[in-house]
């Protein structure tokens, strides 16, 4: 799926004549924003923003929920773009920390609107909605995961329990990110700051426990 929707001649009722999945993605994004969230948008008003009749909609999505899980959707490859950036920024390990913070942050004061999707509303919604984001944040765990193991070799570090290491860091950076959204932007290098020490300190406690895992043979 594009998220870059294609752009469509309106009728001159000043509704347009074909519409796609696409247009109907890109109107809800347009109504949502810092204080609008997924759940309290209607169906009806997505359709008047898209410029199509209120039945119209239903060709593509049979309801609200169905809509939100494709917003999540597209929200996860915003999310793994962030591992590929700090993949190309850097090679080492505290440079892959560092690299995907400012990432992170970048795509925060950009105003990426998917990105903070999953920073709001992770939690509430529907089942379908809160598994939507679940799916989409073990699939960043596990592009984590393989990279904690990469470096852990390279380096011959060690590293207790991978997933749950990843784990620990994915949701500790989307808690710190939620934060973000509520904070002037001026207090953004500060906690980018707090989110490498504290993922420094999760990486330095699972080496830890690897290292003792190997001396004591367990």
Known sequence: MSSTPPTVEASPQGRKPVISRDDIIAAALKLLGPNRGISTLSLREVAREAGIAPNSIYRHFR?????????????????RQIIVEARQRATAEHGVVQGCADAFMERLRADDRLLNILLREGKVGSTAFKDAVERQLNFFEEELKLDLMYLATVKNTGLY???????????????????????????????SKQIVQMVRMIIAGTQALAAFKTKSGL
Do not use: Q
């Not at 309801?63 to 999310?79: F, K, M, T």
């Not at 939620?178 to 001026?186: E, M, R």
């Open 63 to 79: 309801d609200l929920d169905e809509l939100a899980v494709a917003l999540i959707d597209l929200a996860g490859d915003s999310l």
């Open 161 to 191: 329990d991978p997933g749950l290491t990843a784990k620990a860091i994915t949701r500790l950076v989307f808690t710190m990110g939620g934060t973000a959204l509520d904070i002037p932007k001026d207090k953004h290098d500060e906690l």
